[in-house]
């Protein structure tokens, strides 16, 4: 259970919003129209692919995921749907129907 | 009756938003399950999915709120977790950038992950819309999403126990993200991008609140640069 005070939660609540929003704005808020070198655009262009599999890699092959065979069968299929057909929704129906069709199956 | 541009540009992002939806209905439900079982009053978690919405970082705040961390821990892990939309920002900028600063703001609120993957693979596509046609868009794929988050957030709230939250829907999460990723591994750049970004947030696991998130999102944008740019001198050399 939380211990924290209300005083305390809203201060979280608050200051996670503030600073969220802060980061959201950086570049969108206070660059706006004014052009950036091409050499940034060239990092930038490269945002998805760098960020996201950072964010799901631990959650699959962390130290603290469980290394499940099922669920990494799964996550490989999704890649190879969504590389083969270029298609965001193909990929996430293969990857979740089969991971809740044969967790259905195996039980 | 006919539709301006932006507004079709908005239908289709709402259209192109839609298997998002699978994942952010549970998972949204599911916040706002363990949320109030964990303590928090509907206002507080209301508070949470309306004025942040940004999921990872509000199960994080709150996984260190039940361990009874420091209230300034909390604040800077969440934060932390949220830093990659930093990236997100500076990436969108070249299309945005040019709007009121009313819709930058407002856009800025709501620059959470998926309008910001569907947008950019929109924007790389077909990179001769208008402005406002982007900016439409942009709502398009992440208004509805918003307003299901708050909604389920809500109703997870609400229902509290009665809600399943070991449905496996933690893996939904990855399998949308790869399902973004994947498309978009057209060329050697972004594989290796890509495979950089995955090797070194594995190997930067002990760094402290997903920082090493950062450093291996960083390096993977350099790694992508230089192979484009090797590539192109061997296609100039060829």
Redesign the interface.
Same mark, same amino acid.
């Given at each position: 259970?939380?211990?924290?005070s209300?005083t305390?939660?809203?201060?979280?609540?608050?200051?996670?919003?503030i600073?969220?929003?802060l980061?959201?704005?950086?570049?969108?808020?206070l660059?706006?129209?004014?052009p950036?070198p091409a050499?940034?655009?060239?990092?930038?262009?490269?945002?998805?692919? &760098?960020?996201?599999?950072?964010?799901? &890699?631990?959650?699959?092959?962390? &130290?603290k995921a469980d290394m499940d065979p099922l669920?990494l069968f799964?996550?490989a299929a999704?890649?190879?749907?969504?590389?083969w057909?270029?298609?965001?929704?193909w &990929?996430?129906?293969t990857?979740?129907g089969l991971?809740?069709g044969l967790?259905a199956v195996i039980g | 009756m006919s539709l301006s541009p932006a507004a079709q540009q908005f239908l289709k992002g709402a259209k192109?938003g839609?298997?998002f939806h %699978? !994942?952010i209905w549970p998972f949204a439900a599911i916040f706002g399950a363990i949320a109030t079982q $964990?303590?928090?009053n509907v206002v507080?978690v209301m508070?949470?999915s309306i004025?942040? %919405? *940004?999921g990872? $970082?509000?199960l994080a705040?709150l996984q260190l709120?039940?361990e009874?961390a420091p209230?300034l821990i !909390?604040?800077a892990t =969440?934060?932390a977790v949220?830093?990659?939309?930093?990236? #997100?920002?500076?990436? %969108?900028?070249?299309h945005?950038?040019?709007s009121s600063?009313l819709t930058? =703001?407002f856009?800025? #609120?709501m620059?959470y992950?998926q309008p #910001?993957?569907l947008s950019? %693979?929109k924007f790389?596509k077909e990179p001769d819309l208008s402005l406002s046609e982007k900016t439409g868009y942009f709502f398009g794929s992440a208004i509805p999403i918003a307003i299901a988050w708050y909604a389920m957030t809500l109703a997870g709230a609400l229902l509290g126990e009665k809600i399943p939250t070991d449905i496996?829907v933690?893996?939904?999460?990855?399998?949308?993200?790869? *399902?973004?990723? =994947?498309?978009?591994?057209?060329t050697l750049?972004?594989v290796a991008?890509?495979?950089?970004?995955?090797v070194? !947030?594995?190997i930067l696991?002990f760094m402290p609140y997903g920082t090493?998130?950062l450093v291996? *999102?960083?390096a993977?944008?350099?790694v992508? $640069?230089r192979v484009?740019?090797w590539m192109d001198k061997r296609k100039a050399a060829a």
């Open positions: 259970m939380i211990e924290a209300s305390q939660i809203w201060i979280i609540i608050v200051g996670m919003a600073g969220t929003f980061i959201r704005f950086s570049f969108l808020g660059v706006g129209d004014r950036l050499w940034l655009l060239r990092l930038l262009r490269y945002t998805p692919v &760098a960020v996201l599999p950072a964010v799901v &890699a631990p959650m699959l092959l962390g &130290a669920r799964c996550a999704t890649i190879l749907v969504g590389v057909t270029k298609n965001v929704l &990929a996430i129906i990857g979740l991971f809740f967790g | 192109d839609l298997p %699978i !994942v $964990a303590g928090l507080e508070g949470f004025l942040v %919405i *940004a990872s $970082a509000q705040a709120m039940t009874n209230t !909390v604040l =969440a934060l949220n830093l990659r939309m930093g990236m #997100y920002s500076a990436s %969108i900028t070249p945005l950038g040019k600063l930058r =703001a856009a800025s #609120y620059l992950d #910001y993957a950019t %693979i790389e496996g933690d893996f939904a999460v990855p399998v949308t993200f790869l *399902a973004v990723v =994947a498309p978009m591994l057209k750049a972004h991008s890509a495979l950089t970004s995955v070194l !947030v594995l696991g090493g998130l291996a *999102a960083a993977a944008l350099v992508g $640069a484009e740019i």
